[in-house]
Every structure is written in structure tokens, then in C-alpha cells.
């Protein structure tokens, strides 16, 4: 599964192309909004301008790099009913949805990697102030990813459709994983429960590492692997209930 998810990321080149096209337009939007927000502000939140910059360019970098497309294959197969061939593969169906999620991403990073130098360069990198708790912190933040994207993917067992729930799921992730505003801007009630979701691990925890607004990695390691572990859990019980409830559909 980890080469067929590897090959059907470099199967729709064009597609994404056009996401690296978006990303290169994304990252350059964001840097002049912020450097107008900004102003003469020497810094805002505890980030300099120039370490939100290179903030908001990993940010944007690290949500193209861990995108799942794991929720809507499984909700594709669940569809067509080829669903079946796969619980009839004697690897367990998370495995296997988890694997080809791995080689999509390693398709998508071999592609991302040619774009990466016009990223920085409408962007902003800095030297990176902690670098092994950043790669950590990452990788944890895009085992959370899957996860959750599993867990999303799971609940077409019971419902058939479940797009609208996927583009929601988007919206909300995107937004609690700060790409476009770091979290430390995030007022009152929306700071509470950026702090409680899990979505900051998978993009500004990490970026923040690197930069140095976050200096202790110890805190969010521990947090993460408890959020592995408890989706890990919850993942086990919810396929238990959800492969009973196969319904084939098509031929």
C-alpha cells in the first residue's frame, strides 16, 4: 500500500502542481499582510517580524507536507465497495490505509522538493533555534494527522458520505494548526481551545519550536505521544464497531 499511495501522488502531477502553485501565492499573500500588520512594530506576541515570517512559511510548508488523502480514498472504496478487497487482505485495514497515507506523503515530497527554494524565497527561513525537538515534534504532529484523518475516514462505515464532515474537518484543523495566524494572536476563548484541540501539533507547535517562541520540547512531546496514544485507542475501538457494518455498494 505505501507504493501504491507513493505512485498515485506522482500520478496527478498537475494537481499537484497547482497546490505548489497555491502555496508559493499563499506564503507570498501572507508575508505581505503581516509586514502591513506589522508595521514599524519591532514585535508583536513575542514573535519579531522576521520570526513570524519564517514561522508562517514552515507552517504553510509543513500543512502541504502532512495533507491526508487517506479520508477521501477510504470514502471511495467504501462507496464502490472495493472496500472488500481490502478486508480481505490478511494486513489489518488500519495498517494498510496508514501505509498508503506514508508513501502519498513521500510522493508528495518529492514533488514539493523543486518548488521548496521558491517557497523560501517569497517567504522567510531563519536558522532553526532547535532543530532536533522541530524534526520531533513534526513527526509526532503527522502521526496525530493520520489519526485523525482515520478516525474521520472510519465514520463513512456508518453514514456513506462523509464529505461535508471532511471539508468541516478541514476548516477547523486548519484554522486550530494557526497556517495562516500563529496561535500565540489567538484571543480569549479561541486560545482556550487551541490549547485543548490537538490540531496545534500539527503546525504550530513545530514551526514555533524552530524559531524559538517555543523553548521547551519536553511539554509537547509528552502531550503528543499521549494524543498518539489516546487516538491510538480510540482508533481500535471505533474499527472494532466499524467493520461490522460493511455495506458493499456497486459491483
Not at 521558491?118 to 496525530?144: F, K, M, Q, S, W
Request: proline share 4%; with cysteine; charged share 10%.
Amino acid at each position: 500500500m505505501t507504493r501504491i499511495g507513493f505512485r498515485l501522488a506522482l500520478a496527478y502531477r498537475s494537481n499537484i502542481i497547482m497546490t505548489c502553485v497555491t502555496l508559493v501565492a499563499q506564503v507570498f499573500l501572507l508575508r505581505m499582510i503581516w509586514t502591513s500588520v506589522y508595521g514599524s512594530r519591532p514585535s508583536a506576541a513575542g514573535l519579531t517580524l522576521d520570526a513570524l515570517l519564517a514561522y508562517l512559511t514552515l507552517a504553510n510548508l509543513q500543512a502541504f507536507a502532512t495533507h491526508t488523502v487517506v479520508a477521501h480514498t477510504i470514502h471511495d472504496r467504501i462507496r464502490t465497495g472495493m472496500v472488500f478487497f481490502d478486508l480481505a487482505r490478511p494486513v489489518g485495514y488500519l495498517r494498510q490505509m496508514a501505509a498508503f497515507q506514508a508513501g502519498n506523503t513521500g510522493g508528495g515530497l518529492l514533488l514539493l522538493a523543486p518548488v521548496m527554494p521558491v517557497v523560501l524565497l517569497v517567504g522567510t527561513i531563519t536558522v532553526p533555534v532547535n532543530a532536533p525537538g522541530y524534526v520531533i515534534t513534526l513527526v509526532l504532529g503527522y502521526v496525530i494527522s493520520v489519526q485523525l484523518a482515520l478516525l474521520i475516514s472510519l465514520i463513512g462505515f456508518w453514514t456513506m458520505e462523509i464529505g461535508a464532515i471532511s471539508l468541516l474537518y478541514r476548516l477547523v484543523s486548519q484554522f486550530f494548526a494557526g497556517t495562516m495566524v500563529p496561535l500565540a494572536f489567538f484571543p480569549g476563548f479561541l486560545g482556550v481551545l487551541a490549547e485543548i484541540l490537538p490540531f496545534k501539533y500539527m503546525g504550530y507547535v513545530p514551526a514555533a519550536i524552530y524559531v524559538g517562541h517555543i523553548s521547551d520540547v519536553s511539554g509537547p512531546v509528552l502531550v503528543e505521544v499521549g494524543w498518539i496514544a489516546g487516538l491510538g485507542g480510540l482508533l481500535a475501538l471505533t474499527w472494532s464497531r466499524a467493520h461490522r457494518r460493511v455495506v458493499i455498494q456497486g459491483g
